[in-house]
C-alpha cells in the first residue's frame, strides 16, 4: 500500500464545504433565467394560478402556498357545518379543526385543508352558503426558495457520502477522523432541518388552508336565546317543586315521633265534640 497523506481528509472536507457554499450562492443560476413571480399574487389571478402549476417545458414546477378567509351569515348553523365538512371531503381535503360557540350570539370557525386544485372550486361553493360578510384569498410563491432549499439539501447529502467513505477508510489520523465525525454529525442536523423545512412546504403547497367563519342570523340567534331562557326557566321551576317535596319529605320525617301524641291528641279532640253535639241535640230536643 503506498504512503498516503494524513492531511488529506481534512483538504476533501474543505473542498467538500467549498462546493456546497457555492452550490448555494449559484444554485439560482443553474435553474435558468426565469423572472421569478411576486411573493404574493391579488385574489382574481388565483384561477389563473390554479391553471398553471406546471411550468412550460424546461421550466421548473411553480410552488405556489394557498390560505383564504370568509365570514359567512347564515340561517342554520348546524346545516352549514355539515355542508362545509361534506364539500371539504368531497374535494379530497379534509376538516383540520373546529370551534363553535353555543352563546347568545353563535358562531362557528372551521379550518379546511384542500388540495390546491380545488381550492378555488370549494371557495366558490363556500359563497353560496350565506351571505358573504368578508373574504380574503392568497397565493403565495415559493417557487425560487422551494428549489434553493432542494439544492441545498442536495448538496448537504453528497457532503454526508463523502464524509461516510472517509470515515470507512480508516486512513487517517485519530485527531482527523473525530474532526470528520463532528463535521459529520453538523451535515446530518442540516440535512434533517432542511428535510423538515422541505415537507412542510410540500404539504402547504399540496393542500391549500382555508378558515370559515360562520356567524347565524338575528332571527336565529333571537329564537336559540328565547329557547335558551325557556329551558333555564323550566329547570328553575323544576329545582323549586324538588326542593318543596324535600321540605315536606322532612317535615314529615321530623314529625314521626310524634306521631301518637299527635293521633291520641286528635281522637280526644273528635271525641269531645261529637259529645258536645250530642249534648245539644238532646236538649234542643
Same mark, same amino acid.
Given at each position: 500500500m503506498g504512503t498516503r497523506n494524513?492531511?488529506?481528509p481534512l483538504v476533501l472536507v474543505a473542498?467538500?464545504?467549498?462546493s456546497c457554499g457555492l452550490?448555494?450562492?449559484h444554485a439560482p443560476a443553474r435553474r435558468g433565467a426565469a423572472t421569478p413571480a411576486p411573493a404574493s399574487e391579488p385574489v382574481g389571478a388565483l384561477g389563473e394560478q390554479a391553471k398553471q402549476e406546471h411550468a412550460p417545458a424546461g421550466l421548473p414546477e411553480r410552488k405556489i402556498i394557498r390560505n383564504g378567509e370568509i365570514m359567512l351569515l347564515v340561517d342554520s348553523l348546524e346545516q352549514a357545518r355539515d355542508a362545509i365538512e361534506e364539500g371539504a371531503r368531497g374535494a379530497g381535503g379534509y376538516l383540520s379543526?373546529?370551534?363553535t360557540d353555543h352563546g347568545d350570539a353563535a358562531s362557528a370557525t372551521l379550518t379546511l385543508r384542500v388540495p390546491a386544485a380545488r381550492f378555488d372550486d370549494v371557495a366558490r361553493a363556500l359563497a353560496r352558503l350565506g351571505k358573504v360578510l368578508h373574504e380574503s384569498l392568497q397565493a403565495e410563491e415559493i417557487t425560487e426558495q422551494y428549489y434553493d432549499l432542494a439544492a441545498r439539501l442536495a448538496n448537504a447529502r453528497r457532503l454526508e457520502s463523502r464524509l461516510l467513505e472517509l470515515v470507512a477508510q480508516h486512513t487517517a489520523k485519530v485527531s482527523d477522523l473525530l474532526e470528520? &465525525?463532528?463535521e459529520l454529525g453538523r451535515v446530518r442536523e442540516d440535512i &434533517?432541518?432542511? &428535510?423538515g423545512k422541505k415537507r412542510l412546504w410540500d404539504s402547504q403547497v399540496a393542500l391549500g388552508t382555508l378558515t370559515v367563519h360562520l356567524t347565524m342570523r338575528t332571527r336565529e340567534v333571537a329564537s336559540a336565546a328565547l329557547g335558551t331562557e325557556?329551558? &333555564?326557566?323550566l329547570s328553575a321551576s323544576w329545582h323549586a317543586l324538588s326542593a318543596a317535596g324535600r321540605g315536606l319529605l322532612l317535615a314529615a320525617v321530623a314529625l314521626l315521633p310524634w306521631s301518637p301524641f299527635l293521633i291520641g291528641g286528635g281522637w280526644l279532640f273528635v271525641h269531645r265534640v261529637r259529645r258536645r253535639r250530642m249534648a245539644a241535640s238532646v236538649r234542643s230536643g
Open positions: 494524513p492531511s488529506l473542498l467538500g464545504l467549498a452550490a448555494r450562492d379543526s373546529a370551534q470528520v &465525525e463532528r &434533517e432541518r432542511l &428535510e325557556m329551558r &333555564e326557566t
